[in-house]
């Protein structure tokens, strides 16, 4: 195997991975060249998206069977498992469509202008190509679950493809990653329920707060490019006041889980689940209170290395709902 070139972490004669790729990563090490590109597009050399993506549909099942009067079920564990493969698919073709629409900004950002449809690896038809054997792929699995699942699954696609147009009309675009990224909430909770009660709404919102949360860290990472190139963000608009939105969120984020689980558990009954399933948004808002501080908003490998530790700040929680469900 050739070695890396030690100022870019590239092989001699390629293009540079992405920045916020973890260096040494497997796709750049060992992919083989023809599809890296591609493996590129649909971030599987970051895989800290698929991970935020994921574990809201973990909470979805968990609370929902938590609150199931004939609790877990043998489904359930494909229902996991199943959301555990959406959502690595979703993801990389929810990214390469934002890649696809992208690529003439991506080339303008010091952090994004190594993307494989900047630098002239892929194509923009090979992208979409790609982009629909991931969606395809995905449908498969949707189609396992009941009909109100497949529904809602069928409806985040507006989500999906609207999402990379926000941050050309809206200050807000980190709102409409959070409608889009936390929808397996509603998926998952309808895929053991068949419905989607008020706790399943509620703990979505928690999810929408959450990516309020996380992504206004990842997005000061591009403020300065973004402010040069008329792209709009949260962290943008929340400027020197991004702590104080921060804490707003993650308050909105731990009370409303707080609700979901209130909501769903107290009908049936049973004070160790309630105990157990409210600590999931104690041990929630503690972790995203540890990050705020270690929070540098104008280092931008601060942010990044916060952002990424939210994968624990998710895991939380599903842990904690988890154990309610067996208690």
Same mark, same amino acid.
């Given at each position: 195997m050739p070695e890396l070139d030690q100022a870019t972490g590239a092989e001699p004669g390629t293009v540079a991975p992405v920045a916020d790729a973890a260096p040494g990563n497997w796709v750049d090490r060992f992919a083989p060249?023809? #599809?890296?590109?591609?493996?590129?597009?649909?971030?599987?050399?970051?895989?800290?998206?698929?991970?935020?993506?994921?574990?809201?549909c973990t909470w979805g099942v968990m609370l929902a069977a938590a609150a199931d009067p004939n609790g877990w079920k043998p489904w359930d564990v494909w229902i996991i498992v199943g959301c555990a493969g959406g959502a690595f698919l979703m993801r990389g073709a929810g990214c390469t469509w934002n890649d696809i629409t992208d690529r003439k900004i991506d080339g303008a950002v010091a952090r994004t202008r190594n993307r494989p449809l900047p630098a002239g690896q892929v194509k923009p038809w090979q992208a979409?190509?790609?982009?629909?054997?991931q969606t395809s792929a995905a449908?498969?699995?949707? #189609?396992?679950?009941?009909?109100?699942?497949?529904?809602?699954?069928?409806?985040?696609?507006?989500? #999906?493809?609207?999402?990379p147009f926000a941050k050309r009309i809206t200050w807000w675009p980190q709102l409409f990653l959070g409608l889009a990224f936390n929808w397996g909430v509603?998926?998952?909770? =309808? =895929?053991? =329920?068949? #419905?989607i009660g008020l706790s399943a709404v509620l703990l979505y919102g928690a999810?929408? =707060?959450?990516?309020?949360?996380?992504?206004?860290?990842?997005?000061?990472?591009?403020?300065?490019d973004d402010a040069l190139i008329g792209?709009?963000?949260?962290?943008?608009?929340?400027?020197?006041?991004t702590r104080w939105w921060l804490r707003l969120f993650m308050a909105a984020a731990v009370v409303l889980m707080a609700a979901a689980v209130i909501v769903a558990l107290v009908p049936k009954g049973d004070p160790l689940a309630l105990v157990v399933g409210t600590g999931a948004a104690w041990a929630f808002g503690w972790h995203m209170s540890?990050?705020?501080?270690?929070?540098?908003?104008d280092s931008p490998e601060n942010c990044l290395r916060t952002f990424r530790s939210n994968r624990d700040a998710g895991l939380l929680p599903a842990l904690f709902l988890a154990v309610a469900v067996f208690v």
């Open positions: 060249a023809a #599809v890296r590109p591609y493996l590129r597009l649909s971030r599987v050399d970051r895989p800290i998206g698929t991970w935020l993506l994921f574990l809201p979409l190509v790609w982009m629909l054997v449908a498969l699995i949707l #189609v396992s679950y009941n009909d109100a699942a497949i529904g809602i699954g069928i409806a985040s696609l507006a989500l #999906v493809a609207f999402y509603l998926l998952a909770s =309808a =895929a053991h =329920a068949g #419905v999810g929408i =707060a959450w990516t309020l949360f996380y992504d206004t860290i990842y997005a000061h990472q591009d403020r300065e792209v709009r963000s949260t962290a943008r608009l929340f400027g020197s006041n540890w990050q705020l501080g270690r929070l540098d908003i």
